[in-house]
C-alpha cells in the first residue's frame, strides 16, 4: 500500500501534498492509503486503473482529509469499460486492471468553487461508503459511462450544486442506500440527460436541497429538489425511491422529487418509475411529472406542500393509490397542498386519505383536478373538509369517479361543491359515492358530461 506520508505528505492542511500523493501512487501498487491529517491538493489526484491496476482510496475510519485548492475533481478514477453491466460483454483487461475500485473513510473539502470531491469515468463496480464530501460544486459526479456503481453510509452535504451528480452519464445498475444527502445547493441527487437504468434511492436522509431566493435556474425561475431527474434529451428508466426522508425549506419553483422526460411521441424517455413508503414534504411540490409513463406513487406521507402534493403533466400509466396528505389542524393554518393532473391518461387514484386540501380558487380547482385528462379512476379516497371543492374535472373523457367519501364536516362548511364537471367533458361515470355538506351544491354536472348513479347525498 502507498502510505502517503511515506512519499513526503505532511497532511498539515497547509503544505500543498498535491506531488506527495501522485508519488505515491506511482510508486505504489494503486491503493491510496492516508493517514490522520488534512492533506491539501490543488489538482486532481488522478487513479487511471488502465495503468495502475486494480485501485482504491482509504481513509483512516474518518480522521483522514483531503482539502481541494483547485478546480475539478479532488480523486478522480478513470477505467475504459466499455460493455454493460452482463459478464460476457466485459473486456479481459477490465476484470484483471479495472474492477471495483473503492473510495472509504475519508472527508473532502472543496476550497475552490469549481472543485468536484469524487470523479468516476468508464468504471464498473466503484464503491464510495463511509466518505464525507462537502463544500465542493459537486459531491460524486459520474460521466461518460459507468456499471454497477454503489454509494452507501455517507455524506454528501453543503455543495454548491449538486450532492450526487449523473451528468449525461450512460449508467446502470446503481444502488444509493443509507445516506445523508442534504444542504446542497440545487439538488440532493441529480440526473441530467444520459442513459440512466435499475435505479434504487433507498432509505436516505435527502434534505434541504435548495437556495431559497439565491440560486436561479437558466430561464429565471428558482428552485430545488431533493430528486431531480431531467431527461430532456436522454432516458431515465426503472426507478425505485423507497423509505427515503425527503423535505426541504419552502422555495418558490422547488419541489421533493421531480422527473422531466422527453415530449415524443414515441417510448417515454421517463418511464416506469416506483416513488413509494418516502416522507415527503415541506416544498413547494412534493411529486412533479412531466413526461413520464408506468409510475407507481403509494404508500407515502406527503405534508406541507405549500402549492401541491402532486403535480402530473402529459404522463400517462399513474397508479397512485394508499398515500396521506395534508393533516391541516385548524382551517387558519395556511392554505397548501392539493392534486392536479393536466393531459394525462390511463391512470387511477386509489384509497387516498386527504383532509382540508386547499388547492384551488372559487372559480377553478379543487382538492383533486383534472384537466384534459382520459380514462382516469378516482375511487376509495377520503377527501374530508376540503377548502374549495373536493373533485373538479374540466374537458375530461371516460373519467370514473367512484365509492369516495367527499364530505366537508364544519359547522359552516366552506367545501362549494363535493364533484364539478366543466367544459366539454363526455362520458364520465360519478356513481356510489358518500357526499356531504358543500355551500352550494354537492354536484354540479351539467346533462350530457357524465352518468350519476347510486350517489349517497347527506
Not at 393532473?341 to 384551488?360: E, I, M, P, T
Request: charged share 25%; aromatic share 4%.
Amino acid at each position: 500500500m502507498a502510505f502517503v506520508n511515506h512519499f513526503g505528505a505532511t497532511g498539515d492542511g497547509r503544505k500543498d501534498d498535491t506531488a506527495a500523493l501522485e508519488h505515491a501512487l506511482a510508486a505504489g501498487d494503486g491503493i491510496l492509503e492516508l493517514g490522520k491529517g488534512s492533506y491539501r491538493i490543488t489538482r486532481p489526484v488522478v487513479l487511471d486503473t488502465t495503468r495502475l491496476g486494480y485501485a482504491a482510496v482509504r481513509g483512516q475510519g474518518g480522521t483522514s482529509r483531503i482539502i481541494m485548492d483547485g478546480p475539478g475533481a479532488a480523486l478522480r478514477i478513470v477505467g475504459d469499460h466499455r460493455g454493460t453491466a452482463q459478464p460476457t460483454s466485459y473486456q479481459e483487461h477490465t476484470w484483471e486492471k479495472e474492477r471495483f475500485p473503492t473510495i472509504s473513510g475519508l472527508e473532502i473539502l472543496g476550497r475552490h468553487p469549481e472543485s468536484i470531491g469524487i470523479e468516476l469515468i468508464k468504471t464498473t463496480k466503484a464503491t464510495i461508503r463511509e466518505v464525507l464530501v462537502r463544500r465542493c460544486r459537486h459531491g460524486i459526479r459520474l460521466a461518460q459511462r459507468n456499471r454497477d456503481f454503489i454509494l452507501s453510509d455517507s455524506h454528501l452535504l453543503d455543495n454548491h450544486q449538486y450532492g450526487l451528480f449523473f451528468d449525461r452519464c450512460n449508467l446502470h445498475q446503481i444502488i444509493v442506500h443509507g445516506n445523508h444527502i442534504s444542504w446542497n445547493r440545487q439538488a440532493g441527487i441529480k440526473s441530467l440527460d444520459g442513459d440512466v437504468h435499475n435505479l434504487q434511492i433507498t432509505g436516505n436522509d435527502i434534505e434541504y436541497n435548495n437556495h431559497p431566493g439565491v440560486d436561479k435556474s437558466p430561464d429565471g425561475e428558482p428552485r430545488g429538489a431533493e430528486i431531480w431527474f431531467e431527461a430532456l434529451q436522454g432516458v431515465i428508466s426503472e426507478v425505485t425511491i423507497s423509505s427515503n426522508t425527503l423535505q426541504a425549506t419552502i422555495q418558490p419553483g422547488g419541489c421533493n422529487v421531480r422527473i422531466h422526460g422527453q415530449d415524443t411521441d414515441g417510448p417515454s424517455a421517463a418511464r416506469l418509475v416506483t416513488i413509494a413508503g418516502n416522507v415527503l414534504g415541506s416544498q413547494t411540490r412534493g411529486i412533479e411529472l412531466k413526461h413520464v409513463e408506468r409510475v407507481a406513487i403509494t404508500g407515502n406521507t406527503i405534508y406541507d406542500s405549500a402549492e401541491l402534493s402532486i403535480l402530473a403533466e402529459h404522463s400517462s400509466g399513474l397508479a397512485i393509490g394508499s398515500n396521506t396528505f395534508v393533516w391541516r389542524g385548524d382551517d387558519d393554518a395556511p392554505a397548501r397542498d392539493g392534486l392536479k393532473f393536466v393531459d394525462c391518461r390511463d391512470a387511477s387514484l386509489v384509497g387516498l386519505v386527504a383532509r382540508r386540501l386547499c388547492h384551488g380558487t372559487a372559480e377553478a380547482g379543487g382538492a383533486i383536478t383534472l384537466t384534459r385528462c382520459e380514462d382516469f379512476a378516482i375511487s376509495e379516497c377520503q377527501l374530508l373538509d376540503s377548502l374549495v371543492r373536493g373533485i373538479e374535472m374540466t374537458d375530461c373523457t371516460r373519467c370514473r369517479v367512484s365509492g369516495n367519501s367527499i364530505i366537508d364536516r364544519r359547522e359552516k362548511p366552506l367545501m362549494r361543491q363535493a364533484v364539478r364537471i366543466r367544459g366539454k367533458s363526455r362520458d364520465n361515470l360519478v356513481q356510489n359515492n358518500l357526499l356531504g355538506g358543500a355551500s352550494q351544491q354537492l354536484l354540479d354536472i351539467p346533462e350530457g358530461t357524465a352518468v350519476l348513479q347510486g350517489n349517497t347525498l347527506l
